[in-house]
C-alpha cells in the first residue's frame, strides 16, 4: 500500500493557547531547530517558554507557536518516539496565563531527517532568497515520492526544513487512535504555504 503525506501544522483556533515570543537569548540558536540538525550541544537548560495571556486558554498536546518549534506534551512525545524518525527531545517548563509553570511535562521535539524531494517543475515556489538551493513560498507543494523511502514516517523537506512532513500511518495514529489536540495535519498537495 503506498503511504501518502501531509504537512505538519498547527490550528488557529483562537481558544487554544500560544507561544508568541522567545525568552532572551535563546533567538541566536532557534534557527537550528528549524533545519534538522542536532542541538544537544547547545540546548539550555530550565528553558521557559511562556504562553501569551492575550491569548487562548486550552492547553492542547503540541502547543501552537509562531516559532516554527514543535512544543510537545509526554503523550505526544511517545507517540513520535514510536515512528521510525530521528528526534531529539529537550525538557521545556511552560508558564501558564497566570504566570505560574505548569506541572505537566513538555519537550521541544527537534526532528533530524531531512528528504529532498520536492518536484520543482510541478510544485510552484520561489527560490528562497537568502539561502541558495532553499525554497520557499509556496503556492503548490508537489512531493517526488519515488524519492521518499516507504518506512519513513516523519522527515523535513531537504529543499525547505522547516517544513516537517508525516506519512498518512502515523497522522492516523497521533489524530484519529490517541486523539491528540493541537496538530493539524494538512495534505501536501492542498498547504498553502503557511501554518508550519
Known sequence: MNKDYWVWMYSTNEDTAIVTHLPEGFSSMKWKLCKGVSCKDWFPENLVLE??????????????????????????????????????????????????????????????????????????CEEDSFEEGQLDLYDKLVLDQSKIPESVDFFRLGETPRVVIASDSITDKIIVDNGCKGPFFSHYEDWDGFGV
Not at 75 to 95: D, G, H, Q, R, Y
Request: a positive charge; hydrophobic letters at 40%.
Open 51 to 124: 504562553l501569551n495571556p492575550q491569548r487562548g486558554k486550552i492547553i492542547t498536546d503540541a502547543i501552537h507557536n509562531l516559532l516554527g518549534l514543535h512544543i510537545v506534551n509526554e503523550k505526544l512525545k511517545s507517540i513520535l518516539e514510536t515512528s521510525n524518525a530521528e528526534w531529539e527531545f529537550f525538557p521545556v517548563m511552560i508558564k501558564n496565563h497566570k504566570g505560574k509553570i505548569m506541572k505537566e511535562p513538555y519537550y521541544i521535539a527537534n526532528l533530524l531527517g531531512k528528504i529532498f524531494c520536492v518536484d520543482r517543475e510541478k510544485s510552484i
